[in-house]
């Protein structure tokens, strides 16, 4: 049971983004992206089609217990939200014993700023301080749909590779799942062109 929002300080700009950290004030902008089935069917698949607020609040809060939440702004607009949360699947977490593994949600709620690049700009900002600032090992973008290229061209374009995938759970809307991992031993701030998720989008 989470106990309310677990907030931070900590503010990252690129060029045309800024992360900053959410909080309870957000609720109100955050809850009509979990109640847009086209939002939520790129994130949780055809089976979900809307949280209620109080859903909503409560999923924030317990992601937020181990993870530093961020509002994805766009010309001082909030247009998603991105986290950078602990580990929390033993599977994965079996695979690297005595490593620091986080993970990385993403969701561009605003419907009118999807292929424009934003996704992509959040997760490249948030490695580069997961990897400088706190020092993670490993990174993963998990249960990724193949229904869903945008968002696997996005972490690609990053350096993220595919680690694994396994038939979707993503009921009615894929037919695998990928989990893309990017380790900090390998990374590079500017990946080369050419690099990043591959067999699952030719």
């Not at 049971?1 to 957000?26: E, F, K, S, V, W």
């Not at 700023?113 to 600032?133: P, Q």
């Not at 991992?181 to 067999?199: A, C, E, F, H, N």
């Amino acid at each position: 049971m989470a106990n309310g929002l677990r907030t931070h300080t900590i503010t990252l700009r690129g060029l045309r983004i800024t992360l900053r950290p959410l909080t309870g004030a957000d609720y109100p902008l955050i809850v009509p992206w979990y109640q847009d089935p086209e939002v939520l069917f790129f994130s949780e698949g055809a089976e979900v089609h809307s949280y209620s607020p109080s859903e909503t609040i409560s999923i924030l809060e317990e992601i937020s217990q181990t993870a530093h939440c961020f509002m994805i702004e766009a010309g001082g607009r909030p247009i998603g939200e991105i986290a950078l949360q602990r580990m929390n699947l033993p599977l994965l977490l079996a695979r690297h014993p005595g490593r620091d593994v986080r993970r990385m949600p993403v969701t561009i709620g605003e419907k009118g700023c999807w292929g424009k690049g934003f996704g992509t700009e959040a997760i490249r900002l948030l490695t580069r301080f997961a990897f400088t600032d706190e020092k993670v090992d490993i990174l993963y973008a998990v249960g990724i749909g193949s229904y869903n290229p945008r968002s696997l061209r996005a972490f690609a374009r990053v350096g993220f590779l595919v680690d694994g995938s396994q038939p979707s759970t993503h009921h009615g809307a894929a037919t695998i799942d990928y989990d893309l991992r990017l380790d900090r031993s390998s990374w590079t701030d500017l990946p080369p062109p050419g690099t990043g998720v591959q067999s699952p989008l030719r």
